[in-house]
């Protein structure tokens, strides 16, 4: 974890924001995965690391603002633990590694918010997302467990999201950190990407990867010669000459910062004149887009130029046609890239997503689209610096959609059906990256990973 300070700087900032009440913070418990003791890879929660980096399961942290004083509730080991888990520190040895001096069992935390209740006092939490944080919430509360999502602290979430979204130069560090994991990953995966090779090897081989030199991966990996499906979590393929294999995979560093890359190799390393075509319209859009971020510039306008781009690339082969401005207003694009441009990203690889991402990427002026498509898009808003931002165009060849629009003579102003057929196989392209915005640009983060055909080509030899 930080040093101490950094915690209580980032308490302090939130008691300013805040001014009253108190806010609960309910890390989070192990999971079981079978059985009881069985459980799944533990990840704390990441709003409870934020302010209180304590990553280890069963702790909650109040604040309250009235009074200034933060308390960390936990449970000291016994014995039994001892013999199954080796000596651990005291909760207050660890209460002090994120600067709060005050603790008690966990026993005593419904007590202390039946106290504050009783006062008619607020007692803010955030929207919890897992049954067993429901259950918690809902016990100390008194309410049905299933709607303590809706009870949650619109004031706590838009004070929380303002503080997280902005990344100090140590959460860089980290997040680079995170990169250089995902540059070995991907590069793996690229050098493996031969035929006769399963899916299933490279993608075990790549979270091998994350695991030995980090905290895991930040999401489950997508590794398929499918890439039209845009999160193909199955592996069960033979990679074969002619497909392309997407690689949409990304680290945890020890401290739980992300990284999140895409890159697109063809099946023994050398491109087809056909993968090519599209490839080109995918990476240029993806450096495109890069080259004009910067603060002040929204993720809903760089989105539209990103689509803008591909739109022009793909009437170039003839895939589209018509005025391209009025084909993206109506979304024709969409069949081709039916996702948004990119997401935040920090401690979460989809940066916050459980705070609601209508809190995180719109506001009381910037609604939601409802377009396919744009509608998909995770935030709209304009940047500022310190965001962190994915910047992930794609284009795909779904035949499900395609058969659909097709039937339905939808765009057929804007898309040359009959030229599609001789693209299908190439099933999907996602080429992403990871860009921080600066006070005056961008900056493109961690070690560049091979993306350029001749890039790819070579490391792949
Ligand atoms: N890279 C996976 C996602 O953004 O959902």
Redesign the pocket.
Known sequence: MFKSDVYVKRRDELRRKMKTGLALFIGNIESPMNYPANTYHYRQDSDFLYFFGLDLPGFAGLMDFDSGKDKIFGNDVDMDDIIWMGPQPTVKELALKCGVTSTAPLAKLEESIKEAVSKRRNVHFLPPYRGETKMTLGSIFKENPCQMKTLASTDLIKAVISMRSIKDKSEISEIEKAIEIAYDMHTTAMKMCKPGVKEQDIFGTIEGIALAKGGGTS?PV?LSINGQTL?NHAHGNILQKGKMMVT?A?AETNMHYSS?I?RTTPVGGKFSSLQKDIYEIVLQTNTEAIKATRPGISNRDLHLMACKNMTIGLKELGLMKGNTDEAVAAGAHALFMPHGLG?MMGLD??DMEALGENYIGYDTEVKRSDQFGLAFLRFALPYKPGHVF?I?PGCYFIPELIEMWKSENRFKEFINYSKIEKYMSIGGIRI?DNVLITEKGHKLLGKPIPKTVKEIETICM
Do not use: A, K, Q, R
């Open positions: 999401f997508i999160h949409d990304g999140d895409t997401h690889v989809h994915t992930e992403e």
